[in-house]
């Protein structure tokens, strides 16, 4: 069938590219991007080694490793793998053999942190001229001549390590952050000798040590920029200055390739774009150089889609498409598409919180859709044994965890029967979908439906599940994955619609109703109900937020973005402040140009009848306020009366069968923990 | 009052092995237009009682993907299988349906318009004939009284009433109506019911006449559906609505 045809719908994307010596079998790359997998004396891991050859697995044709850093100062974090030092090298050659033995190339990429580093506090910032990076409150040394020779002999060094480590290439980074882009660029370079000034002295620096690189280098390797094209800031440079940049470099000879790349440390959110950023949005950038070069060039900027990729390839706009966060996502995209089992690709939901917001904070990346990203040796999908003897698994609830226990214990061969009282699956992240910029997250369940689907599992929709009768399925195991529930009294108007699920809980002492009079009121509306499309009395409306995450904020764009006039109230000293850091950069953005107003450190204390309580933390004055509805967003209640009942029949019948409670269930969580306790549990049973 | 309804579970993505059959190995299950087939009768039998009984020709290990039609309330299930049944096409399938039909006696059969694999729509055609039984065709809506069965038809040039009378085949036009949800309690009962199952040889039909045996056509060659690698994309140069519309217009979505 021509479906199984190998690469048939993407005939460009799997067409082979040499680049100088370099054979590539297709035409995808893994994006460099820092992991923060090295240990904390940027000595590579075998959590390093795992990382890249999951990918190089999942077939992909390139694998970029980095960055890494040339030299002690310029190490953006104590992970950086430490390139300049010959320790890594046969630590870096367990990752290039790994990666080699799955067919794909691997480059490395050398990055010098100059002014930019994530580290609190930084060590000494080098620069060409004394400033901070405006993001940033530490200011730099401005180098001398001495510290430049320093630099370019860190970039000579660190090649002659990565070559003998078995590196096909590598990648030098002038791009989002690092030094070279400083000295390139105008608002940060003033200097007045030989290394600025004029854009050929701006240039000068970079290109001293792109021959450094490019002297140590054996002639059948390639070496590659990653070129920033465009700052994103009101001070920086725009494409024009950024192609200019390209053709300098190119005009040397000493370049093989360019992989595209944009932002800065003070646009951080055009870096590593969240979901808010359209899919594709760079391609104008990706496209004017390709226009301009003759060299390859790779694609960038939040592309997902095989479909894209390819079609950006046909029509010419690169020749390479970069992805790094989809392949974090989903190792095996390239096999999938090339094999024609497009539908099976787990797509990446542009969400930042596993990936960015991790390795922000030096510590290991993870991915949300991904359990096993940055944990490849423990929990990869390679590692799933199927089962000698099948069980019978019952899953109660349709939700993230619930369809990700199902999809994994059946992965490994269990009978799984999925119980779901909706008429759809997917639970609560239908709901978030609903906020505004935040339809990818649906990608979390549709994926994961799809693969139930095709398992086999026997899933039953509008079917709502009982302890008392649930024991007659005689299972082995049954998963209780029921989810969560708005924490307002029972009296609410929520339970004429979803039940207290938590009475034998609060009756035990597990669980405890906020403890603010006035949350029964009618004027008060659970998020479900708002995002589920509620129509909410006239006036303002009071978003409270306990949480700090999408849940008051995203409902609260939801409730301006249907002509309401918002605010949100937070007893923390930043509303939304559990964000990762480009999502709140562009929620604050779009609060602003929609009237959201935002008050931290105030806590709601009561509510009445069209107005609420309000102190302010700081002073402890107390205010009441007019309102004609309060979404309360409190810690949100496991539904487990299911859970608990389930427990006591099994005791008080002596069976002998597993009860697990999974998910919000066990207690309300973001996706990202509750997928990988579900996998880890499912790949346990 | 006996009614039974046929029907054909088949793989979320139907895929063909190498002889041109139908790889049914991959999660069967009831297609929307199957369920609204077990749902139509429902409603005959609570209206006028008796039994609705669900019968399939399927491999042996897809039988199970009848529970669900015995958790929205059918009465029975009877699977029809065996290797001998592999690689049927419409005669050898309707032979062997039209054998099982007989031995369970209805007074009306009632099938979906078409298999969600297959898309023949000509199996309630070739079981009337085999039967010898009056068919109403391409029902959306069904009432059964007195003995006799009334429908109204949708076709290209509007809406027709007509009426049977008993026995009879009855064939759907689509989805129809909505399925019911079952109870936990419905479910759990279905998924312990015991299916009945019909071997080849008890269908008193010579072998040469079922199965691949029995078939005379032969699927050449299928091809899936256009991979979303081969979507049409639109670049927005400033007109990129007007082409949208355009290509909407042209395909008369619009």
């Known amino acids: 069938m021509s479906g199984t045809t190998p690469g048939a719908g993407f005939p460009a994307l799997f067409s082979p590219l040499r680049i100088r010596g370099v054979e590539l079998r297709n035409r995808l790359v893994f994006q460099p991007h820092f992991n923060a997998l090295g240990d904390v004396h940027g000595m590579p891991t075998e959590d390093v080694t795992a990382y890249l050859e999951e990918r190089a697995w999942g077939g992909v044709g390139l694998v970029v490793d980095g960055s890494m850093a040339t030299m002690p100062e310029g190490q953006m974090s104590r992970k950086y793998v430490a390139a300049w030092d010959p320790a890594t090298i046969p630590l870096n050659r367990r990752t290039t053999d790994a990666v080699h033995a799955h067919g794909a190339r691997i480059f490395a990429q050398l990055n010098h942190g100059g002014h930019t580093s994530l580290e609190h506090p930084p060590p000494v910032l080098w620069a060409p001229t004394q400033m901070p990076e405006p993001s940033s409150p530490h200011t730099t040394k401005a180098m001398d001549r001495r510290d430049m020779l320093r630099a370019i002999e860190g970039f000579a060094a660190s090649t002659r390590n990565l070559v003998e480590a078995g590196y096909d290439g590598i990648e030098i980074k002038i791009a989002h952050d690092g030094l070279l882009r400083s000295f390139a660029s105008p608002f940060f370079n003033h200097r007045t000798d030989a290394y600025g000034g004029s854009f050929e002295n701006r240039m000068r620096f970079p290109l001293e040590c792109v021959a450094a690189v490019r002297e140590n280098l054996p002639d059948d390797r390639a070496l590659g920029i990653r070129i920033c094209l465009h700052e994103y800031t009101p001070f920086g440079y725009e494409l024009d200055y950024g192609l200019r940049m390209a053709e300098c470099l190119e005009a040397s000879g000493l370049v093989d390739y360019f992989n595209c790349d944009a932002g800065s440390f003070s646009s951080f959110w055009m870096e590593i774009p969240p979901a808010a950023v359209a899919q594709g949005y760079f391609r104008p950038l990706n496209q004017a150089l390709k226009k301009q070069s003759d060299l390859p060039v790779v694609a960038f900027g939040r592309i997902k889609d095989g479909a894209l990729a390819e079609h950006m390839l046909a029509s010419g706009e690169a020749d390479l498409v970069g992805m790094a966060r989809q392949l974090i996502a989903d190792p095996e995209t390239p096999r999938k598409l090339e094999e024609g089992r497009a539908v099976e690709v787990r797509a990446c939901i542009g969400c930042n919180d596993g990936c960015l917001h991790a390795v922000a904070q030096e510590k290991p990346i993870r991915c949300v859709q991904n359990p096993a990203a940055g944990q490849e040796r423990f929990w990869s999908e390679r590692l799933l044994v199927r089962v000698a003897e099948p069980r019978s698994v019952v899953v109660i609830g349709g939700g993230a965890a619930g369809l990700k226990v199902a999809e994994i214990a059946a992965r490994r061969g269990h009978r799984v029967t999925l119980f779901e009282r909706a008429e759809h699956l997917g639970g609560q992240v239908r709901l978030a979908a609903r906020q505004p910029h935040h339809e990818e997250v649906a990608e979390v369940t549709h994926y994961l439906e799809a693969a139930v689907r095709r398992l086999g599992v026997e899933v039953w929709t509008g079917v709502e599940a009982t302890a008392d009768d649930l024991l007659e399925l005689d299972p082995d195991v049954v998963v209780v994955a029921t989810g969560s529930q708005p924490n307002l009294p029972p009296a609410h108007r929520q339970s004429q619609d979803d039940p207290d699920a938590a009475a034998i809980a609060r009756g035990r002492g597990l669980q405890l109703l906020p403890e603010i009079p006035g949350l029964e009121l009618d004027c008060v509306y659970s998020v479900d109900e708002v995002l589920a499309g509620a129509p909410l009395p006239e006036g303002r409306v009071l978003v409270v937020d306990a949480q700090g995450h999408w849940e008051a904020a995203g409902t609260a764009e939801y409730l301006a973005d249907a002509g309401r006039q918002v605010t949100i109230v937070s007893s923390r000293t930043v509303v939304a402040g559990e964000l990762e850091g480009t999502n709140i950069a562009m929620f604050l953005q779009r609060a602003a140009a929609k009237g959201i107003a935002l008050r931290p450190m105030t806590t709601l204390l009561r509510v009445e009848p069209g107005r609420a309580l309000l102190r302010d933390d700081a002073t402890g004055t107390e205010e009441w306020w007019e309102t004609g509805a309060v979404v309360p967003v409190y810690a949100r209640r496991s539904r487990d009366d299911l859970y608990h009942r389930l427990c006591d029949l099994v005791e008080e019948s002596g069976r002998d069968v597993q009860v697990e409670r999974v998910g919000d269930a066990a207690a309300a969580r973001l996706i990202q923990t509750v997928l990988l306790e579900a996998h880890q549990l499912a790949a346990s049973v | ?254």
């Open chain 2, 1 to 254: 009052m006996r009614i039974v309804v046929c029907v054909k579970p088949v793989p979320p993505e139907p895929t063909l092995d190498d002889a041109g059959r139908l790889d049914r190995s991959g999660g069967a299950a009831l297609t929307g237009v199957d369920e609204s087939a077990v749902e139509t009768a429902l409603r005959v039998r609570d209206g006028v009682g008796g039994e609705v009984v669900v019968l399939a020709m399927v491999p042996p290990d897809a039988a199970d993907a009848l529970r669900p039609a015995l958790a929205m309330g059918a009465d029975r299930a009877v699977v029809v299988a065996g290797d001998a049944l592999a690689g049927a096409d419409l005669l050898a399938t309707s032979s062997a349906l039209a054998a099982a039909l007989r031995g369970l006696g209805p007074d009306l059969v009632v099938l979906g318009a078409a298999s969600g694999d297959g898309n023949g729509a000509l199996l309630w055609a070739a079981l009337g004939e085999r039967l010898g039984l009056p068919v109403l065709s391409r029902a959306v809506e069904v009432t059964v009284a007195d003995g006799r069965v009334r429908a109204t038809r949708q076709t290209e040039s509007g809406l027709h009433r007509a009426e049977a009378e008993l026995p009879a085949v009855l064939a759907l036009s689509g989805e129809v109506c909505v399925p019911r949800y079952p109870s936990f309690r419905d479910v759990i009962a279905a998924k312990k019911a015991v299916l009945e199952t019909v071997t080849p040889a008890e269908l008193g039909v010579p072998e040469s006449e079922l199965g691949a045996a029995g078939s005379r056509t032969r699927v050449l060659a299928a091809a899936p559906a256009p991979a979303r690698g081969e979507a049409e994309i639109i670049e927005d140069d400033g007109d990129a609505h007007e082409r949208v519309v355009d290509f909407l217009a042209q395909r008369r979505l619009l």
